[in-house]
């Protein structure tokens, strides 16, 4: 029989609908519940692509007698942390606070307050590896809650409190300068691997902002070794098996430094941001193979993650069933030994694949299975036989079984895709990316937004879901639309933008400091109200509206979004030097405050030479606004005459213009010129 996860949208929770346990979604009725029994909240909280969330529910929430053991003890609630990132914001640092780590599948036992008192992430059936088991877990607490309930509430009420005293320190609202960046580039440096690129060590994550703010700071200042770490990453990961070699796409992240072999799931996030950072890299150095991995993950996105409805679904799983053993085995559907190439390609063929490919008898990865690579060699191999194998191997892997998509619409994830398919569609002369942008854009508009331009956080099957938006939905999605407004010309989406950047400056900027939070303060209180301007797996909240703030300002000469945009990168002069790992988005956007931004105003027509010439300017953070004589779309285009009768770019840059520009070539140079 269902339990009350049966009619969520989530398709996380809909996993879950059938467990033996009786898990509520989050609401207050669940805790209303849990204080009239009086017991503890279970509270488990893991996404649809996670391995280890499968894991966990297979091994224990589809366990009857475990089950049996939570109902009785516990208020069960189940949370999808894509879809309600605040709540998953909010007890992740309780739970990193107290184990000095977190992750996913998270478990955090609450009191009936939502006070959290015991905290874990993964819990085997059995005790293993020093970690006791789920149910010696739910034993614990049971027995603790029963026996000494004051003691627990104690402890709650303190942890408590001393989450709600980790308000962020804020005490600068001016940006950071060019000694402030210089310092940030120099910590990358010291954090670079110059062996295999990207930074750091295992796991090793794919560092598109960070990858970003290196391009914007070469494109600003001339600095040579900030375009080579970015180069040299750029190709690293994609030569990778972190890189889908036949299908195009990212995969989350490496479980080793080398870019080698992938945790397999893929999300539009990260592909949306990989394509974005692809594309700029080709603006600034002409790349052909940046070019080459921006339109395959484009086109892996539209391919492989476009919704029934225009919109993007949030991730593909990194698990699938492997036919041979029957059960759902993570990366089955990428793998390959050099048997299987020989049975798809013939021998001879199957030898040249797996040395292009990199593909060895002992294997990669599991079992003697490999992941695909491109390694260097000095083998030359010939373009029509490589390309004939890829679409052999392609065809033979369509037929295995495919992994599961969450077909969940996120609002900010989808504002990244919007941004990246308008630009590569752009730079490509691919129409076909750009349609797909404005597609996902009318679906943001009619779908998620409602009379008053607030936004829902989350779609499926053309149903908003109830979860309100929080600040990266509107920064991100205003970011896609000024994105459409540049590419098409189109004002309404310039319009749109400004609704949207109008809800962060009324319900999510501190108005006396000018810091944000990253929900809104008429949103539900949760026992602290989250706040993080650090980028994780996607630019934070913060940062992103900071830009989507300074490009609005650029298109409108709105002081009120320049002065919040730079209040809000002080931030930035704070962190950026400390962590620049950790905040490549406000560095980014610092850059694009450094260098102006410059606006740009082509008189002429839309997708014709002087726009693309301006779209591909590497400027950082430049604005452009195009269309024809006498347009009124934009207001950059205001009182902007042909020159001569024919097209002209107006180049301005803090309230001072150069002369107009008529030739493309020129224009390229005015705006790919290093200002230090």
């Given at each position: 029989?269902?339990?009350?996860?049966?009619?969520?949208?989530?398709?996380?929770l809909?996993?879950?609908?059938?467990?033996?346990?009786d898990?509520?979604?989050?609401?207050?009725?669940?805790?209303?519940?849990?204080?009239?029994?009086?017991?503890?909240v279970?509270?488990?909280?893991?996404?649809?692509?996670?391995?280890w969330?499968?894991?966990?529910?297979?091994?224990?929430?589809?366990?009857?007698?475990?089950?049996?053991?939570?109902?009785?003890?516990?208020?069960?609630?189940?949370?999808?942390?894509?879809?309600?990132?605040?709540?998953d914001?909010?007890?992740?640092?309780?739970?990193?606070?107290?184990?000095?780590?977190?992750?996913?599948?998270?478990?955090?036992?609450?009191?009936?307050?939502?006070?959290?008192?015991?905290?874990?992430?993964?819990?085997?059936p059995?005790?293993?590896?020093?970690?006791?088991?789920?149910?010696?877990?739910?034993?614990?607490?049971?027995?603790?809650?029963?026996?000494?309930?004051?003691?627990?509430?104690?402890v709650?009420?303190?942890?408590t409190?001393?989450?709600?005293?980790?308000?962020?320190?804020?005490?600068?609202?001016?940006?950071p300068?060019?000694?402030?960046?210089?310092?940030?580039?120099?910590?990358l440096?010291?954090?670079?691997?110059?062996?295999?690129?990207?930074?750091?060590?295992?796991?090793?994550?794919?560092?598109?902002?960070?990858?970003?703010?290196?391009?914007?700071?070469?494109a600003?200042?001339?600095?040579?070794?900030?375009?080579?770490?970015?180069?040299?990453?750029?190709?690293r990961?994609?030569?990778?098996?972190i890189?889908?070699?036949l299908?195009?796409?990212?995969?989350?992240y490496?479980?080793?430094?080398?870019?080698?072999?992938?945790?397999?799931?893929?999300?539009?996030?990260?592909?949306?941001?990989?394509?974005?950072?692809?594309?700029?890299?080709?603006?600034?150095t002409?790349s052909?193979?940046?070019?080459?991995?921006?339109?395959?993950?484009?086109?892996?996105m539209?391919?492989?993650?476009?919704?029934?409805?225009?919109?993007?679904?949030?991730?593909?799983?990194?698990?699938?069933?492997?036919?041979?053993?029957?059960?759902?085995?993570?990366?089955?559907?990428?793998?390959?030994?050099?048997?299987?190439?020989?049975?798809?390609?013939?021998?001879?063929?199957?030898?040249?694949?797996?040395?292009?490919?990199?593909?060895?008898?002992?294997?990669?990865?599991e079992?003697?299975?490999?992941?695909?690579?491109?390694?260097?060699?000095?083998?030359?191999?010939?373009?029509?036989?490589?390309?004939?194998?890829?679409?052999?191997?392609?065809?033979?892997?369509?037929?295995?079984?495919?992994?599961?998509?969450?077909?969940?619409?996120?609002?900010?994830?989808?504002?990244?895709?919007?941004?990246?398919?308008?630009?590569?569609?752009?730079?490509?002369?691919?129409?076909?990316?750009?349609?797909?942008?404005v597609?996902?854009?009318?679906?943001?508009?009619r779908l998620?937004?409602?009379?008053?331009?607030?936004?829902a956080?989350?779609s499926?099957?053309?149903?908003?879901?109830?979860?309100?938006?929080?600040?990266?939905?509107y920064?991100?999605?205003?970011?896609?639309?000024?994105?459409?407004?540049?590419?098409?010309?189109?004002?309404?989406?310039?319009?749109?933008?400004?609704?949207?950047?109008?809800?962060v400056?009324?319900?999510?900027?501190?108005?006396?400091?000018?810091?944000?939070?990253?929900?809104?303060?008429?949103?539900?209180?949760?026992?602290?109200?989250?706040?993080?301007?650090?980028?994780?797996?996607?630019?934070?909240?913060?940062?992103?509206?900071?830009?989507?703030?300074?490009?609005?300002?650029?298109?409108?000469?709105?002081?009120?979004?320049?002065t919040?945009a730079?209040?809000?990168?002080?931030?930035?002069?704070?962190?950026?030097?400390?962590?620049?790992?950790?905040?490549?988005?406000?560095?980014?956007?610092?850059?694009?405050?450094?260098?102006?931004?410059r606006?740009?105003?082509?008189?002429?027509?839309?997708?014709?030479?002087?726009?693309?010439?301006?779209?591909?300017?590497?400027?950082?953070?430049?604005?452009?606004?195009?269309?024809?004589?006498?347009s009124?779309?934009?207001?950059?285009?205001a009182?902007?005459?042909?020159?001569?009768?024919?097209?002209?770019?107006y180049?301005?840059?803090?309230?001072?213009c150069?002369?107009?520009?008529?030739?493309?070539?020129?224009?390229?140079?005015?705006?790919?010129?290093?200002?230090?």
């Open positions: 029989m269902p339990n009350r996860l049966a009619h969520e949208t989530s398709p996380y809909l996993q879950h609908a059938d467990n033996p346990v898990w509520w979604p989050w609401s207050a009725e669940a805790f209303e519940e849990a204080k009239r029994r009086g017991v503890p279970l509270l488990s909280v893991g996404y649809a692509s996670c391995h969330c499968h894991v966990m529910a297979h091994e224990s929430f589809e366990d009857e007698a475990t089950a049996a053991v939570v109902n009785e003890h516990f208020v069960p609630v189940k949370v999808d942390r894509e879809e309600r990132p605040d709540v914001a909010v007890y992740m640092e309780a739970v990193q606070a107290a184990t000095g780590q977190g992750g996913w599948p998270m478990t955090v036992f609450l009191t009936p307050d939502a006070e959290p008192f015991y905290f874990g992430t993964y819990f085997p059995e005790p293993r590896h020093g970690m006791p088991s789920f149910t010696q877990v739910l034993q614990g607490v049971g027995d603790a809650w029963t026996d000494r309930r004051g003691e627990v509430t104690e709650a009420a303190k942890i409190a001393d989450l709600a005293g980790r308000e962020l320190p804020y005490g600068d609202t001016r940006p300068g060019d000694e402030e960046l210089g310092q940030a580039l120099l910590g440096v010291r954090e670079y691997d110059a062996t295999h690129g990207g930074f750091g060590g295992a796991p090793k994550f794919p560092p598109s902002m960070v990858i970003e703010f290196l391009l914007r700071h070469h600003r200042t001339g600095t040579e070794g900030a375009l080579q770490m970015a180069v040299d990453t750029c190709e990961m994609a030569r990778g098996g890189y889908d070699q299908g195009g796409g990212f995969a989350r490496s479980v080793d430094r080398e870019f080698t072999v992938p945790h397999f799931e893929k999300m539009l996030y990260d592909n949306a941001l990989l394509c974005r950072a692809y594309a700029h890299l080709w603006r600034s002409g052909e193979f940046a070019r080459r991995v921006a339109l395959e993950t484009a086109d892996f539209v391919r492989e993650l476009r919704t029934n409805e225009g919109g993007f679904a949030s991730a593909l799983d990194a698990d699938s069933l492997d036919p041979a053993s029957g059960k759902h085995v993570e990366g089955a559907f990428y793998v390959w030994t050099p048997e299987q190439l020989a049975e798809v390609l013939g021998e001879e063929d199957g030898a040249v694949a797996a040395r292009f490919f990199g593909v060895t008898e002992e294997g990669t990865f079992e003697g299975a490999s992941v695909l690579q491109l390694p260097q060699s000095d083998e030359v191999f010939e373009a029509e036989r490589m390309e004939s194998i890829r679409q052999r191997l392609t065809a033979a892997r369509a037929e295995r079984p495919a992994p599961g998509r969450d077909d969940k619409v996120v609002a900010a994830w989808n504002g990244l895709a919007i941004a990246a398919l308008a630009e590569t569609g752009a730079y490509f002369g691919r129409q076909d990316l750009v349609d797909a942008a597609c996902a854009g009318d679906l943001l508009v998620h937004m409602d009379p008053q331009a607030r936004l956080r989350t499926k099957d053309g149903r908003a879901g109830a979860n309100a938006g929080v600040l990266e939905d920064a991100d999605v205003a970011e896609g639309f000024l994105t459409l407004a540049s590419v098409t010309g189109e004002g309404v989406w310039l319009e749109f933008a400004g609704f949207l950047l109008d809800h400056l009324d319900r999510f900027v501190d108005r006396e400091s000018g810091a944000l939070y990253d929900t809104a303060v008429d949103a539900e209180q949760l026992i602290r109200r989250p706040q993080d301007p650090t980028d994780n797996a996607t630019p934070s909240g913060w940062t992103a509206a900071a830009g989507a703030l300074l490009s609005y300002a650029a298109h409108t000469g709105s002081e009120p979004h320049r919040a730079e209040r809000a990168s002080g931030v930035v002069k704070a962190l950026g030097p400390r962590a620049p790992r950790f905040i490549g988005n406000g560095l980014a956007v610092a850059e694009a405050l450094l260098d102006g931004p606006e740009v105003a082509v008189v002429g027509e839309i997708g014709g030479r002087m726009h693309h010439a301006a779209l591909t300017g590497t400027a950082p953070g430049a604005v452009v606004a195009a269309g024809p004589e006498g009124t779309e934009l207001p950059l285009l009182d902007r005459p042909l020159v001569d009768g024919g097209e002209a770019a180049v301005c840059r803090h309230f001072v150069d002369a107009p520009v008529t030739d493309a070539d020129r224009l390229a140079g005015v705006l790919g010129e290093p200002r230090s």
